[in-house]
C-alpha cells in the first residue's frame, strides 16, 4: 500500500480522500490555489503545496506544477478527484511516465470514453443497448441538421468530451436547432476545448439511471448496484438515492451486466460509473461512462456498507477487489442532496458570497452515518466565482426510502446557510413534492412539478416578523443594562400602553410591524392590519418559542433567528425568509434605486450580446450571454425599449450588479 498520496483536487472530495487515507494510515498532500490558501482541504492533508492563481487554468488544471509537486514532497501515487483533471488521458499517462501511480483507470479507457460518439461505437460493439442518434465526428452544421431531422425532434445536442451538463441543449423544433448547436459548441469549447457534439432522440419521460462498477488489475469487474439521478435542472444532478425506485432484481442484474460489459469493453480499472436513459417501461440505453468517482458515491456507500475511496486505493496499488460480485448485498436507502449556492427562483443562476452562517444537523463526515455531509466549506469560507457552487453534499440513509425521506426533510430542516443564496428551501420542496415521495421519477420531474417548487408562498409574514422582533427583543435584553430607569428599552410606561415600530422589508415588499405593551401586562402584533396576542420565550439570542394568537387558534412556532446587520435570517419548520430591518433614520432621504436596468445577476465574464445598439427589444428577450461557474447563462430585457449602447466588450469580467447596456425609452 501507499505510504503518501496526493490529492489533486480541491474542495469536498479532496477531503474525503484525505479522510479515507488517513484512516488506512496514509500521508496525504493537498495542493491549493491562492483562493484556497486557508481551505479546510488544505488543512485536512498532512502537507500543502501552492499550485497557482485562483482561476483553475492558472492553478488546478497545471499538472505540470501537480506533478513537479508530487516528486518534491515524495508522494507514489496522485488521486484526481472529480472534474477538473480526474478524466484527462494526457494527465494519467504523465503520471505513468513520471513513476506515479494515477489513482484511476489507465489512460487509454478514459480517452476510449472521454469521447462520446467514439464510447457509443465501443458500446454497440460489446452489445450494450444504445440510443438512436447520430455518433459521428463530423462537425458540419448543415450535416448535424439534416441529422437531427432524420432522427426526429426532438433531439438531444451533447458536447463529444462533455459532462457534468454542460455544452448540452434539448432542442425540440427545426427552427431551434442551429442557435442551440452554437451555443452547445462554444460552451463545449470553453469547457472542453472540443466543439465536437452527438445528436440523440430524446427520449420522453427519461429516468437517469446509473450502475457503479469496479475493476482491477486481474481482469476481475463488479457492480455495486444502482443509482437514480433523475432529478436534474438544466442537466445537472439535484437528488440521487439508491437503489432506484421500482427496480427489480432482473432488471438490476441485466443493467449491472450490461455495465460490466461496457468496463470490460476498454479494460476498465478502479472507480467508475456507467449511466444509462431508461424508459418509464425499464428499457434503457447507454448514455456514457464517467472514467472517475461520482459526486454520489455517498450512497453506494450507505446501502453497501463500503468505503469506496479505500477500494480505490487498494485497485490503485495492485490488489484484487476487496469483494466478489456474490459477496455484496444492499441494505436500506440513502437519498444525496447537493446544496449549491445558486438562486432556483432565477434560474438557478449560481451565487457568490460568504458563509456568514452554516449551522447543520448533528451529522458525520466523510464516512457512512445516518446523516453525513460531505463539505470542503465552513462558516466564514467565501464561495467565490472561479469554482463550482457546490456547498455541501448532504446525505440521508434509512432502513426503507420513507424513512430516509422523513431524515431528509429533518436535515434539510436544520441546515442554516446565511450569507448568499442558496437551494436549500427549493431541495426541501422538492423532496416533498407527490412525484418524488411517489417516486414517480423523470429527468422532467422539476418542471412537472413547478407550481409546488416555485410558485409556493414563503414563510408567514406573521411569523418572520414575529421571529424579527423576538431576536431584536432578546438582544437587548443580553446588551449591557443602562444605569437609569428612563434609558430602559424594556417598554415600561406609569400609565397606558408603549407601542413601538418595525419597518420590515419581506420579498421586496415593506411592512410596518406594532408591537404594543399592554399596561397590565402582555403583548401585541399588529401586522398587515391583523392584531395578534404575541407572548416569546427566548432560549438564546438565536432561539426563540413563539406563541401567536389566543386559544385554541393559538400558534407555536420555533424560531431559529441570526442576526447581521440589518439583514435577519428566521428558519422554522414551516419554511425561512430573510428580512431586512429597516433603521428608517439611518436610511433618511435615500431615494429609489433606478428601474429597468439591465445588469448582471452574478459575476462572469461576458460571452455574447444577443442585441446591437438601435435594436428594439421587448421585454424577456434575450440580450446578452454571460459564463459563470462554468456554466453560460441568458440574461433579459426588464422592459420594452432600444439598445442605447454596450457597456462591456465580449470576453470582460463583469461584477455582480454592473450594467451591461443602456435601455431608452
Keep these: ?95 505513468a511516465e513520471a513513476g506515479l501511480v494515477f489513482i484511476g483507470p489507465p489512460p487509454s479507457a478514459i480517452k476510449a470514453m472521454g469521447l462520446k460518439a467514439e464510447s457509443k461505437r465501443l458500446m454497440e460493439a460489446a452489445g450494450v443497448p444504445l440510443v438512436p442518434g447520430y455518433h459521428g465526428a463530423d462537425p458540419d452544421p448543415a450535416l448535424l441538421t439534416r441529422e437531427a431531422e432524420r432522427i426526429g425532434y426532438p433531439v438531444l445536442i451533447k458536447a463529444s468530451a462533455g459532462g457534468g451538463g454542460k455544452g448540452m441543449r434539448a432542442v425540440f423544433a427545426a427552427e431551434e436547432f442551429e442557435a442551440a448547436l452554437a451555443s452547445c459548441q462554444r460552451e463545449a469549447i470553453n469547457s472542453f476545448g472540443d466543439d465536437a457534439v452527438l445528436i440523440e432522440r430524446y427520449v420522453q419521460r427519461p429516468r437517469h439511471i446509473e450502475i457503479q462498477v469496479f475493476g482491477d488489475r486481474h481482469g476481475d469487474c463488479v457492480y455495486l448496484f444502482e443509482r437514480d439521478c433523475s432529478v436534474q435542472r438544466r442537466h445537472q444532478k439535484v437528488l440521487e438515492e439508491a437503489p432506484a425506485p421500482g427496480m427489480t432484481p432482473e432488471r438490476r442484474r441485466e443493467m449491472g451486466e450490461a455495465a460490466v460489459a461496457a468496463a470490460k469493453a476498454v479494460g476498465y480499472q478502479g472507480a467508475g460509473t456507467v449511466e444509462f436513459i431508461a424508459e418509464q417501461d425499464g428499457r434503457f440505453y447507454f448514455m456514457e461512462m464517467n472514467t472517475r468517482l461520482q459526486v454520489e458515491h455517498p450512497v453506494t456507500e450507505a446501502i453497501t456498507g463500503q468505503d469506496l475511496v479505500e477500494w480505490q486505493l487498494r485497485v490503485a496499488a495492485g490488489q484484487p477487489l476487496p469483494l466478489k460480485q456474490e459477496q455484496l448485498r444492499m441494505h436500506g436507502h440513502a437519498i444525496e442532496a447537493r446544496i449549491c449556492a445558486e438562486n432556483p427562483d432565477a434560474g438557478f443562476l449560481p451565487a457568490t458570497g460568504t458563509l456568514s452562517v452554516a449551522r447543520w444537523p448533528a451529522h458525520v463526515a466523510f464516512e457512512r452515518g445516518e446523516v453525513r455531509i460531505d463539505s470542503g466549506v465552513g462558516e466564514g469560507d467565501a464561495i467565490s466565482p472561479f469554482y463550482d457552487s457546490m456547498v455541501a453534499k448532504l446525505i440521508v440513509w434509512g432502513e426503507t426510502r420513507e424513512q430516509a425521506l422523513a431524515r431528509l426533510d429533518a436535515a434539510l430542516r436544520d441546515t442554516h446557510i446565511v450569507g448568499l443564496q442558496t437551494n436549500v428551501a427549493f431541495l426541501r420542496r422538492c423532496a416533498a413534492t407527490a412525484s418524488f415521495a411517489g417516486a414517480d421519477l423523470d429527468t422532467a420531474l422539476i418542471e412537472r412539478e413547478r407550481a409546488a417548487l416555485f410558485e409556493q408562498p414563503g414563510l408567514a409574514l406573521d411569523v418572520a416578523a414575529a421571529a424579527v422582533v423576538a431576536h431584536t427583543l432578546a438582544a437587548e435584553a443580553a446588551a449591557p443594562r443602562a444605569g437609569d430607569p428612563w434609558s430602559q428599552r424594556d417598554g415600561w410606561r406609569l400609565f397606558g400602553a408603549a407601542t413601538r415600530r418595525f419597518e420590515l422589508d419581506l420579498v421586496g415588499n415593506h411592512h410596518q410591524v406594532l408591537l404594543s405593551r399592554h399596561h397590565r401586562g402582555g403583548m401585541s402584533l399588529s401586522v398587515a392590519g391583523q392584531v395578534l396576542p404575541f407572548a416569546v420565550n427566548s432560549h438564546s439570542l438565536e432561539c426563540h418559542e413563539l406563541l401567536l394568537g389566543e386559544g385554541l387558534a393559538q400558534r407555536r412556532v420555533v424560531a431559529t433567528v441570526y442576526g447581521l446587520g440589518e439583514k435577519v435570517a428566521v428558519f422554522t419548520a414551516q419554511g425561512s425568509a430573510l428580512v431586512t430591518e429597516v433603521d428608517v433614520i439611518a436610511h433618511a432621504g435615500e431615494g429609489s434605486s433606478e428601474a429597468g436596468r439591465l445588469t448582471a445577476p452574478m459575476p462572469g465574464k461576458m460571452v455574447s450580446f444577443l442585441a446591437q445598439p438601435g435594436d428594439k427589444v421587448s421585454k424577456g428577450q434575450a440580450l446578452a450571454v454571460m459564463e459563470a461557474m462554468k456554466m453560460e447563462h441568458q440574461i433579459h430585457a426588464p422592459r420594452d425599449g432600444v439598445v442605447a449602447e454596450l457597456l462591456y466588450a465580449v470576453g470582460d469580467q463583469v461584477a455582480e450588479g454592473s450594467e451591461l447596456l443602456k435601455l431608452e425609452a
Design 1 to 95: 500500500m501507499f505510504k503518501k498520496i496526493l490529492i489533486a483536487n480541491r474542495g469536498e472530495i479532496a477531503g474525503r480522500v484525505a479522510a479515507t487515507a488517513r484512516r488506512m494510515g496514509i500521508q496525504t498532500v493537498a495542493v491549493y490555489s491562492e483562493a484556497d490558501a486557508k481551505a479546510k482541504h488544505v488543512q485536512a492533508c498532512d502537507e500543502a503545496v501552492l499550485i497557482g492563481g485562483p482561476a483553475p487554468k492558472d492553478s488546478y488544471l497545471q499538472w505540470q506544477r501537480i506533478l513537479e509537486a508530487a516528486r518534491a514532497t515524495g508522494a507514489q501515487a496522485v488521486h484526481p478527484g472529480y472534474g477538473f483533471l480526474s478524466e484527462n488521458e494526457d494527465f494519467a499517462q504523465a503520471c
